[in-house]
């Protein structure tokens, strides 16, 4: 069993910044990509950002150039910076790992961003 805890998330002003933290523990082996999701309320989840244990990384449009993603493979733990939080960022952030072609989720964290 694995588990990822996250931790970070809080009310900002906008222009703000956050950095969300994402720690797996447990029955690890191998983690191949970790990532980002947020769902804001009545809507679907999607893709805020992802990195490969390679390094290589994948954003949404909507955080290129705000956000940045990293990890730490000797710790199982991906960060999320956020820069120049805007409102339209305040949802639940799920953190995510794939391992062995199956996805881990965590809790989530809220971000809000107010006006």
């Known amino acids: 069993q694995v588990q990822l805890v996250e931790s970070g998330g809080g009310l900002v002003q906008a222009g703000g910044f956050l950095r969300l933290s994402c720690a797996a523990s447990?029955?690890?082996?191998?983690?191949?990509?970790m990532g980002w999701y947020l769902q804001a309320p009545g809507k679907q989840r999607e893709l805020v950002a992802a990195i490969t244990s390679g390094g290589s990384t994948t954003y949404a449009g909507s955080v290129k150039g705000r956000f940045t993603i990293s990890r730490d493979n000797a710790k199982n733990t991906v960060y999320l910076q956020m820069n120049s939080l805007k409102p339209e960022d305040t949802a639940v952030y799920y953190c995510i790992a794939t391992m062995n072609e199956y996805d881990y989720w965590g809790q989530g964290t809220q971000v809000t961003v107010s006006s």
């Open positions: 447990g029955n690890i082996f191998s983690i191949n990509a």
